[in-house]
């Protein structure tokens, strides 16, 4: 059984920074891929940021330059930090991995996902 839990979320101004954490346990972390997923009132679950077992990492184009992914292995973390936040990004963030993802943008190829932790940016 694998289990993802994350923290950090927060109410912050926009253009402030947060950071999340992704706590993972139950599988060997070292080789997933893990992902982050968000998901705004009334719309569908989006791809934020993935970073593979060897740290390689990708973004959605609108928060590349503003969020970075990252992981620790040592303690089965994936950590997402968010910079100049806008209103936009308001949302419930999921941290997400599965056993096999040859397309980490794609939700589908996930297999556990971590209930969430709210996000909101305020203006």
């Known amino acids: 059984q694998v289990r993802l839990v994350e923290s950090g979320g927060g109410l912050v101004q926009a253009g402030g920074s947060l950071g999340l954490s992704c706590a993972a346990s139950?599988?060997?972390?070292?080789?997933?891929?893990m992902g982050w997923f968000r998901q705004a009132p009334g719309k569908e679950r989006e791809f934020v940021a993935a970073?593979?077992?060897?740290?390689?990492?990708t973004y959605e184009d609108s928060v590349k330059g503003r969020f970075t992914i990252s992981r620790d292995n040592a303690n089965n973390t994936v950590y997402l930090q968010l910079n100049s936040l806008k209103l936009e990004d308001t949302a419930v963030y999921y941290c997400?991995?599965?056993?096999?993802?040859?397309?980490?943008?794609?939700?589908?190829?996930?297999?556990?996902w971590g209930p969430g932790t709210q996000v909101t940016v305020s203006s």
């Open positions: 997400a991995t599965g056993s096999l993802v040859p397309r980490p943008r794609d939700r589908g190829e996930y297999d556990y």
């Open positions: 970073i593979n077992w060897s740290g390689g990492s």
């Open positions: 139950g599988r060997t972390f070292r080789t997933a891929t």
